[in-house]
């Protein structure tokens, strides 16, 4: 790759990793306008799409009207950077140090984004003057980190194509499943009284050991059901919260429930299931539960043979010596609007490390940003050709 367009990557990703994006609260406008006028600057149009929050503007690009149509899809939002005592680099100070660029989102996901960007600006040129068919299209989405509706927004407003590439870092390897991810919140009821009189009232928190042993035993039972390419189902009890002062039964105890689930289950059934456990220790307890779920990432899954990722599969393999077994990741995408909401054929496939998203001192190897750039433009040329096998 010269040497020019390296240095023309590093500048991108320094650029949009110095611009704060965290959600919550969701700070993306101010790079949804860069990236904006980044396309602008080189005679690609860009639109501000203002839904679903007008505050929150996203970015779509759309070039060329051939077919296929190959979308590159890259959220700007970042988890929020939190003790700032903890990194010993500026989380918003894009810091070069030995190859790697530090700083939050770095890994998840503006380097995703800014190959993606690039990508778009070379396959645009190549398309408008008509050495490469097809037509290409660009998106940077608002509130992945939350589950909010940003890449289904811009889907649904004409952003869309034959095919989709969530460029989340996977190590350049391409996962055509992933598991879905559901909160549940569970409420027990007690009643309050002073802690002088215990007696007096109903312990929220005595109620709701039932309710964790029943959750326990749930969890083992969801363990067994696995798939071959993202491993196993979990319900892990993550969060506990009771009480409001050192003197007072509590009244009420919330159980937070974090359900990792299969391509091979929907979220209809995991419903049921916690409507089934809650009934029983209700029956078999003196307890009064509610429960609601707070947050949904569905699962997705498409044939792990497909030509999408058969092209990715083997570019990556040939530039970059990735593995070749089919593959799946254990954490939630967008990539589930593509494939459950829009009926697209879509992987999952970026430079970085997944391991270092969400760290202190967050970062990515440059190197590893400019292979990811090579096999996206090796790869996404041969997709707007049509060669597929």
Same mark, same amino acid.
């Given at each position: ?62 070039? $060329?009207? $051939? ?20 990194w ?34 070379? &396959? ?13 299209v ?19 407003? $004409?952003?869309d ?69 993202? $491993? ?79 092209? &990715? ?11 070749t077994?089919p ?12 494939i ?26 440059l ?17 707007l ?5």
């Amino acid at each position: 790759m010269p040497s020019a367009v390296r240095d023309e990557l590093e500048a991108l990703i320094t650029a949009l990793v110095e611009i704060e994006t965290e959600n919550p609260p969701g700070n993306e406008a101010a790079c949804a306008e860069y990236i904006r006028e980044w396309f602008a600057d080189r005679g690609i149009d860009a639109e501000l799409v203002t839904e679903p929050y007008p505050d929150r503007p996203q970015v779509g690009v759309r070039v $060329g009207d $051939g077919d296929p149509a190959l979308v590159l899809n890259g959220h700007i939002d970042v988890v929020p950077a939190g003790d700032r005592e903890q990194w010993e680099y500026d989380p918003y100070g894009a810091v070069i140090e030995d190859g790697a660029l530090y700083g939050r989102g770095s890994v998840d996901m503006k380097t995703g984004v800014a190959i993606g960007m690039l990508a778009t600006a070379q &396959f645009a040129d190549d398309i408008e003057s008509g050495e490469l068919p097809g037509s290409i299209v660009f998106q940077a989405a608002i509130g992945e980190e939350t589950a909010e509706p940003g890449t289904k927004t811009l889907l649904e407003s $004409g952003y869309d194509g034959d095919y989709g590439v969530v460029l989340e870092p996977t190590d350049l390897r391409t996962g055509t499943s992933e598991k879905g991810l559901a909160w549940y919140d569970v409420h027990v009821t007690g009643e309050p009284s002073h802690a002088s009189r215990p007696d007096q009232g109903a312990n929220a928190i005595v109620r709701a050991r039932p309710v964790l042993d029943a959750l326990a035993e749930y969890d083992e039972t969801v363990r067994d059901r696995t798939d071959e390419l993202v $491993g196993r189902a979990y319900a892990t009890v993550t969060m506990l919260e009771a009480g409001t002062k050192e003197n007072v039964v509590p009244e009420r105890a919330t159980i937070t429930i974090d359900r990792r689930f299969l391509p091979a289950e929907t979220i209809e059934d995991i419903d049921a299931e916690i409507d089934a456990v809650l009934a029983e220790v209700e029956s078999a307890h003196d307890v009064e539960t509610s429960w609601e779920r707070t947050r949904t990432y569905e699962s997705a899954a498409i044939d792990p043979n497909s030509p999408l990722a058969a092209v &990715f599969r083997r570019r990556s393999a040939t530039i970059a010596d990735v593995p070749t077994e089919p593959w799946g990741i254990n954490a939630s995408t967008d990539v589930r609007n593509f494939i459950n909401d829009a009926g697209m054929d879509a992987i999952t496939w970026g430079p970085g490390d997944i391991s270092q998203a969400h760290t202190y001192d967050e970062h990515v190897d440059l190197e590893a940003a400019a292979t990811g750039l090579e096999i996206l433009l090796e790869a996404g040329r041969e997709m707007l050709r049509g060669e597929l096998e």
